[in-house]
Every structure is written in structure tokens, then in C-alpha cells.
């Protein structure tokens, strides 16, 4: 499918024209957000950075639009670093459910949130099923952990996670944010001194971030004291390298199948779910918003 060509596909960056212009042929939108926590030696929003490149890919596949700039969430543990930005499950979801609700009223049907952030799960999934239920509108949540394994079982080679870090910065244009130093040198990895990390019972009966609340014992036990690099001849092979990983793992996600299906959801929902069972459903918090314009 060949996509009309746009200035930008990041909606704070449009004019209002271009955003009427584009909503009369489509009412896609991602919505990438993420954390600014300590991540070793990376910029301290990696984790809303490379959601937004991932998101730009995906939006280049199906003429969709992304709403940028929301780095703010729950971080998990990490909050023992001074550089960690505290933000409650609670405070986040009701953020982003203003956002989803102002977004449905600007014609935007399909949403689909986006992150690459272990604890994310906890926001974006509550905020899909409370939204569903005020609205009937099915939104979505993409989890670019969940994506990522999935390529590598079709047969996508990834590196690590590291490499997808750096593509991102590649794809946006901001390979200059990533620390070039020489006198900082990756730690090996060590084994974690958080006490989660020495039992096996929290893992084996529920995602980490949602069995039991921990705090990290160092800041090199989240993801290590990866990130800087020795020269920018490194750092632009590694982003380089990054950005091709990215756009496969993209290309093997089927977007186009799925923006589909959000579509028959939403078909179902309003003409077979709701005629049949309209009277038991949880109201509508907004009684017009779940109505197709």
C-alpha cells in the first residue's frame, strides 16, 4: 500500500489543517510512552524513546499518526536513583485515559499504546479495559517486549535490547543524546544484589513487576551499566545496526492485519454485543463517545 507523504506523522508537530486533512481518510493513532529512570549509562528516557521509533515505524505502515512526548509513567523500581521520575499506576492510567478520551472526540477510533517498559503492563492494561468499558470503543496496548520475542521466533535476529536502544535514536535523529566517552567503560554484568532477583517464587507465579513491591538494591541491577560508547564510529554502526532490527521486528508485527482487526472489534462490539446485551454492559461513562461519527 503506497501511503500519502506528510511533512510528519507526530501530531504535536502538525498544523491543524494537517490534522483535518488527514482525518478524512483515516482515525489511526499511536500512542508511545514510557519512563525516565536510570538505565545505566543511556539517556534517562531510552525506555520513551525507542517506543516512539518503534511507534513512527509502525504508523509508516498503516498511515497512522503518533502522539509523542509522554515519558512520565510508573517507573517501577527504580525510584532509589535521583534521576528517576516517581509516577503512581493509579496517576498514570488516569493521565492517559484523559488523553484517550480527548482523542476519541478528535475522531481518533483507534488507538494503540505503545512501550517498552516491563512494569507498562500495569498502566496501559488497565487503561484499555476501563476505557473499553466507559466507551465500548476497543483500544489497544502493544507491548514491544512481547513483539520483540515474537519476531525472534519468526526468525528476526535481535542482539539485545541495547541494540534496539540505539536504533531508535537512529531512526528519530538523535544519535547526538547517546554518551560518547571513552573513559566510561560498560560494567560486565554482574549478578543482581536485589533480593527479587534470588528467589524464583515471584517470577514463577506472576510478571515481576506486579507480584510484590521491591525497590532495586543498585542502579546497576536494572539492565546493567550499558549505553555509552567509546567513539561515534561505534555509536553510528551500533545505531545503524539498531535501526535495521527495529524495522524488522516492525515488519513482522502485520500491522495492517491488526489495525484490521481493531476494526472488527469495534463492528462487533457495536452491532452484535451491544444489541444483545445493551442492558446488563457497564454504562457508558460518556454516552456519546462510544457512538461512530
Known sequence: ??????????????????????????DIIFVPFGTVEVHGTFPLDVEQTTPEAFALCMAQKVDGLVLGQL????????????GTIQMSVESGVRYLKEIAHSLLNQGFRRQIYVSLHGPAFLTA????????????????????????????????????????????????????ELVVDTSICAEPKQDSETSIDHFSYFRRYAHPSG??????????????????????????????????QIREIV?????????????????????????????????NKYPDAGVKK
Not at 9 to 26: A, G, I, S
Not at 153 to 176: H, M, N, P, T, W
Not at 255 to 267: F, S
Open 1 to 26: 500500500m503506497e501511503l500519502p507523504e506528510m511533512r510528519t506523522r507526530f501530531l504535536p508537530k502538525m498544523t491543524h489543517d494537517e490534522v483535518v486533512e488527514y482525518r478524512k481518510r483515516n
Open 71 to 82: 515519558p512520565y509513567f510508573y517507573p517501577g523500581a527504580s525510584p532509589m536513583s535521583p
Open 125 to 176: 492494561g488497565t487503561l484499555v479495559v476501563d476505557f473499553f468499558d466507559e466507551t465500548k470503543v476497543p483500544i489497544a496496548y502493544i507491548d514491544l517486549v512481547e513483539a520483540a520475542q515474537y519476531a525472534a521466533k519468526q526468525g528476526v535476529k535481535i542482539d539485545d535490547y541495547d541494540s534496539l536502544f540505539y536504533g531508535a535514536y537512529e531512526i528519530l535523529g538523535r544519535k547526538d
Open 211 to 244: 507480584s510484590i513491591g521491591f525497590y532495586f538494591a543498585r542502579p546497576q541491577d536494572h539492565a546493567g551499566m550499558t549505553g555509552a560508547l567509546k567513539s561515534v564510529e561505534e555509536r553510528d554502526e551500533r545505531c545503524k545496526k539498531g535501526a535495521i
Open 251 to 283: 515488519e513482522h508485527m502485520d500491522m495492517p492485519e491488526y489495525v484490521e482487526a481493531m476494526r472488527y472489534v469495534d463492528e462487533e462490539t457495536s452491532s452484535v454485543i451491544l444489541p444483545k446485551y445493551a442492558d446488563i454492559l457497564p454504562r
